[in-house]
C-alpha cells in the first residue's frame, strides 16, 4: 500500500473517499479518488506540470505558500503513473 496517491502525491489517508476505486468498485490503494475512479484516471491526457500546477494551487487553498506548494509536488515527477 502507498502513503500517497502515485499520480498526484496526495496522502491517501486525506482522501475523503479514501481512495480512487478499481473496476469492479473496490478502493485503489495507488491512486486517489480525484485522480482515478472505476479503473480508469479522470484526466488522462494531463501533463506532469499541469498535475503539478493542480497540487500547487490546492495546497495554497488550504493555506499553504506557494514554495511549500511547490516543495510538495515537485516529487510528482517520480510517482508510478509518470514513470513511461
Ligand atoms: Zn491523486
Known amino acids: 500500500m502507498s502513503a500517497a496517491c502515485q499520480s498526484c502525491a496526495m ?22 479518488s480525484y485522480c482515478y475512479a472505476d479503473g480508469a484516471f479522470l484526466a488522462p491526457d494531463i501533463t506532469i506540470a499541469e498535475m503539478q500546477a493542480i497540487g500547487i494551487n490546492a495546497l495554497k487553498a488550504q493555506g499553504f505558500p506557494r514554495p511549500i506548494g511547490w516543495l510538495m509536488t515537485r516529487g510528482i515527477p517520480k510517482l508510478e503513473r509518470w514513470q513511461n
Do not use: A, R, V
Open 11 to 32: 496522502p491517501l489517508k486525506q482522501d475523503p473517499q479514501g481512495g480512487g476505486t478499481e473496476t469492479d468498485g473496490s478502493l485503489s490503494q495507488t491512486y486517489c
